[in-house]
């Protein structure tokens, strides 16, 4: 069919498709937001985007691992509704827990109810339920009153918790928790806010770490170099041969290389100190 009505134009093909097919005009399309029913309902006025972009942003201002985590329990109250307290924590095979920033005492004390770790070896054992992060990537408890109470939560008057794993690898799992004193206080909507919050806290954690391994790495490249460069003035030996020298120290003392670097260099620096004299 085309191409008899190509003969009978005159026409190429190629000029009658030019011809025929126009630019078409893209359309917006504006959908109401009750057509994503399940999209969380939020109080006027609170923008979620906004506010996690401004989280975001403030997590990505922080200079430490230890500065994002103490910055991420304190906007983690802030961002999820009906939250007070806010922690966040280490837990590794076997059950062994480390508290690594909270917003309060009470945090503390609700994320290490119980002292003395497996085998007597000391620490703290972690909530039950936070096993099943490992599986999981978010717990819900509801209402620690449920069974009776006699537990942590309820001791401390903290009846609901959202956990939210953070890191998870096959030694250590890091969780941040927010607590309510009211039950129920945690639905879908908070749940999904926490995910979107823990992703954002989970990527500046992983930069603040490179940039703490990196500047780590600098200062020790810089303070090998100084001990380098002492053991080559006091043994009289090139750059080579001093590097040897102090990687064999290291292996016969059984020490790091960048704590004996530091040893010899803070020796040095001492008030009438040599540094190393011998090989």
């Known amino acids: 069919m085309l191409f008899v009505l190509c003969s009978q134009s005159g026409m190429c093909c190629g000029a009658l498709l030019r011809t025929a097919v126009r630019p078409r005009t893209l ?22 985007a906004d506010a996690l972009t401004a989280a975001a942003r403030d997590l990505h201002g922080t200079s430490t691992p230890a500065d994002t985590l103490h910055t991420a329990v304190d906007l983690a109250v802030r961002l ?25 005492e009470t945090v503390r004390f609700a994320a290490e109810p119980r002292q ?3 085998g007597g070896q000391g620490g703290h054992t972690p909530h039950p339920d936070w096993e099943r992060l490992w599986t999981t990537p978010v717990v819900r408890t ?5 069974d009776g109470g006699g537990n942590a939560l309820s001791g ?7 956990s939210l794993r953070l890191r998870a690898d096959r030694r250590r799992l890091t969780v941040l928790t927010a607590y309510a004193r009211k039950p129920q206080a945690f639905d879908e909507d908070a749940t999904r806010i926490g995910r979107l919050f823990t992703a954002h806290v989970s990527l ?18 810089d303070l090998i170099g100084q001990a380098t460069g002492i053991l080559m003035e006091r043994l009289n030996i090139d750059a080579a041969g001093a590097f040897e ?13 960048r704590d004996l670097a530091r040893r010899i260099v803070d020796a040095h620096s001492a008030p009438g100190g040599r540094g190393v004299t011998e090989r």
């Open 80 to 104: 999820l509704p009906d939250a007070e307290h806010a922690g966040i924590s280490e837990i590794q095979r076997g059950g062994r827990l480390r508290t690594l920033a909270w917003t309060d």
């Open 27 to 48: 359309k917006r399309f504006v959908v109401a937001a009750s057509e994503f029913t399940d999209l969380p309902r939020f109080p006027v006025g609170f923008e979620l």
């Open 245 to 257: 020298s102090l990687v064999k120290a290291s292996q016969r003392e059984n020490v790091k290389l």
């Open 156 to 162: 401390l008057g903290l009846r609901s918790a959202l």
């Open 204 to 221: 500046a954690l992983d930069s603040a770490t490179v940039r703490e391994q990196l500047t780590e790495a600098m200062r020790t490249r």
């Open 116 to 118: 003395g770790g497996q």
């Open 142 to 146: 509801d209402d620690s009153e449920a």
